[in-house]
């Protein structure tokens, strides 16, 4: 039974990777390669942080939320975002078309966050005799952040893949995009600072998420217009 | 029904199913608390010439159930969880002799009972629960339990765990692996037999003033019996039975180790000081002691006060005895005795018991002395023999079932009376050893000694030859007398006992094989729901349809 409950929770985790994987046209143009370059992108960033992280971080003696720490932990989450800068631009993909080549940077990253960070903790914990919540809201964490990191992908490919970019929606691309990198450090403000309940917390990732993908669409959509818009004049 | 229709319905099915999932996991946030792990005591499983009794098992892993259970409802995997405060005998009996088949027992004990009270604001309630604790000590130790019986105190886990499943087994489900509940872990060892069970005696010699002549000193000896033997043995301190013996003893060893430090006030009489081991086993030990004298020290023994069970706050206490109380010896003993206690406001009763040979059942020390021919009485506030395993110290008899003020009493009687004899001042009124003289008694010595004992189990067969309190005991009686001597014997072979005596038993809230399913269920929607989302929104809704009717049409085309 504790063997099913570390099933249930791993096909939450890691079944919407796959189930995006192969419903979306991603698998008709095989797109695997990017995805797992991205993944191995992502542990290299990991890498880096945790060495940055080390040096330069200071271990807290109390759990209050210290605004330099964060700052400097924002800074170093800063990092992530080269990370992503180089897997969607500067690694050599075969011919995929733009819309896919974000896509699967997106889902690689976000399945190596997945792994690296909850499949240890799953493993270890749900197959237990003692029944938590912990792993099925993990599993729904790793949810909103696969839909997160899409989301951000997505923003990344507009401010960096396109070549001409729309200027009008340039600051709201760039504030998306601002609020996505610094979504670790406000959920850890919200947990740490307001002292909201783990259910609160997972509840505001889940909105936070499904609002952001929902702008970055948008802004998607408006670009494309804008763009045909731009080539019909 | 077209395939649109289907794909269409399943979706709405599947959010409304989930959402109706969600409502329930949500409304059931309270389920998710750690485990915890609670310290258990385990009943004692021992043979009595060859036939068992106790709880003959200590693995344990089920759910925990509470009263009132459904009539006929099927108990053999669920451990039984009774609050001692609360408990109900004759419901116990049902599951001990009744023969009802359960997977387990847990009685919870109050946690007072195992500390100290202090001031004399004895709780009615106390008294209640000792009452309780004591029969049903006796229902637990003569029963055959073919399941395992834990003892733990109660405190706030238990307490939270206790309520829970009382709440669950009152909405009508018995906790079993389909309705969640908690699971009652132990994870221990099959219970092995002590293999040579030992027993300790150690025996203190004070010598006497040897006067002209090479004549043998008379010796007074002064016995007690320092093992417990009870229901949970490793809660089995016996600060009564006989704590308050050893105690008494120890102190009066202390104290004519003053008056015989110098030759000037040394008496005439050698002491011999004996704590033996074996008590709640016809006096087993007291047997061996006994035959390991030799013929000179034992015709040299005067008289032998034996020490049992002398704590208790009432102001009256007995002397049993073999021999006749017409015989010259025992008239003597008990004047003596008498004359002290007018004086404390105490008062002595005689008892008179006769010697069966031939029957084993030995029920106080001195009989062990009679059997082979040694003057001897015991000092007790029991007016009545008990029976074998009765009154052997167990889970009621903690630090706060003795009183201090009798235990100086019983102490100033028998050193008085002794003195008194030893120094050829009977019917004087003299006070040997007064207060706040230097032969006092020290209250303080005494309270230590009675708190060492009443913290440490001392159940013969699990004290091994080397344990703390037999080398403290030791060390103590060294202290004050010039000889010490230690015995090692093997237990008779009529009692044998096994081991595992206290285990952690953890307690895990565990969700039911139906949530397990329910969670697969939902997830596996939302995993559908996800991909015929993805797969509408990327490729259109007829891809979605071709892709559900495409199995079909390639098997016909393999076929």
Redesign the interface.
Known sequence: ?TV??F??CA??TF??HA??Y????LSEYDTIGTSIKAAVVYLITALVKLICLATFLKVPENDNFDPYQELLKALIGFIDVAGFYLALTRLTHRNISQNHKYQAVGLGWAFADSVLHRLAPLWVGAR???????Y?FQ?IEANANLVLNLAFAALGSLMWLKKNKPRTLLPIIYACAGILATMPSIISYLRRTLGWQR?KVLAFEMISSLVMAFLSWQLLCLSKTINTAKLLI | MTGRQRGGGEVVCSIYSVLALVLILVACVELGDAATAVDVYRLIQYDLAGAPYGSRFSGLNHHAGSEPFAPGADLSRTVVILPVRELNLTLLQEYITGGRAIGGLLLLLPQDIGNKIVGGNKNKDIGLVRSILSELEQLLIHANLPYPVYFAFENDKTNAVLADVRRGDAAGQPASAATGGYKLVVSTAEPKKVSSPTITNIQGWLPGLKGEGTTQLPTIAVVASYDTFGAAPALSVGSDSNGSGAVVLLEIARLFSRLYSSPKTRGRYNLLFGLTSGGPYNYNGTMKWLRSFDQRLRESIEYAICLHSIGSSSNELWLHVSKPPENAYIKQVYESLSDVAKDLGVTVGIKHKKINISNPRVAWEHEQFSRVRVTAATLSELSVAPELLESTGGLHDTRDAVDEAAIHRSIKLVAESLARHIYGYEGKNINIFADNSSLGINPSYVNSWLDLLSRTPRVAAFLSKNDPIISALKKELSDHTDEVHVQHEIMDGMFSFYDSTRATMNIYQVASVTFDLLLLVAVGSYLIFLFSFLVIITRGLDDLIHMLRRPPQRKTKAA
Do not use: Q
């Open positions: 039974m099913f409950h099933f249930n096909m939450l079944g919407p189930v995006y192969s419903a979306t046209t237990g005799l003692e029944f938590t919540w912990e099925i599993g259910p």
